[in-house]
């Protein structure tokens, strides 16, 4: 009995939390090739019993913003609001999902109140696969390769591919013309740690997709943790 009533004397003096209740917290959404932005809307709802103040909304990534519509920050009990998010789509491909994390008056910094999801589906038309090629420091300095798999309508060609690190050749095998190569990359020694960024460049039709990134990286083995 005496802890049942140290729980709700607890209870009655800890703050009511506020709550910011979101008709839909995820949001799926499908662009097309051409798309340059998508503009999304999160409707919510004030569902505690005091107002409240939205301090911030932030997706920490430069390529998502997001705003209250109107400019509006304080909401009454039951009062609705809009985050409005705007997402660059760049040269991104395939399913990119972006946290936007939402801050009231008093909340820590490490303890938004709130979070929604934007999941967005761009069509992929030249896939990497791996995207990065990995040696061990020391170890053989053999060549690994990154499959280039063209999966658009339209045949695409690689007219180049460079790096920026002397110590890894790269050459393109033909596997299928216009579907299908290897990026073959070797390094000349590994002897350093070393990292580059393999740049291949194609005749793709899509501007935005017409450059794709690779990277290799020779990096001393993650040692597991005790």
């Known amino acids: 009995m005496k802890i049942l009533s140290a729980i709700f004397f607890l209870l009655a003096i800890l703050p009511i939390r506020a709550e910011l209740k979101f008709e839909t917290p995820v949001i799926d959404a499908e662009v097309s ?29 430069s390529c998502l913003a997001a705003e209250l519509a109107a400019g509006k ?25 972006k946290l936007i994390l939402i801050w009231l008056e008093g909340d820590a910094e490490e303890a938004p109140s709130a979070k929604v999801t934007l999941r967005v589906h761009i069509p992929i038309i030249i896939a990497l696969e791996p995207k990065t090629l990995k040696w061990e420091l020391g170890g053989s300095a053999e060549m ?25 050749t790269t050459k393109i095998v ?38 794709q990134q690779g990277f290799a990286v020779i990096a001393a083995p993650v040692k597991p943790q005790p």
């Open 73 to 97: 920050f304080t909401y009454a009990p039951g009062e609705s609001g809009t985050l409005r998010a705007t997402f660059e789509i760049g040269n991104f491909q395939g399913t990119i999902e």
């Open 144 to 168: 690994k390769s990154i499959d280039v798999m063209m999966e658009h309508e339209k045949p695409i060609q690689i007219s180049s591919v460079t790096t920026s690190n002397e110590n890894f």
């Open 33 to 61: 090739l051409d798309a340059k932005t998508l503009v999304r809307e999160y409707k919510f709802t004030n569902a505690g019993k005091n107002p409240i103040k939205i301090t911030q909304a932030d997706a920490g990534c």
């Open 174 to 211: 033909t596997i299928e013309e216009g579907k299908h190569y290897k990026v073959e990359v070797t390094p000349q020694n590994t002897a350093a740690s070393g990292f580059t960024m393999i740049r291949i460049e194609t005749d793709s039709d899509v501007e935005k997709q017409r450059v």
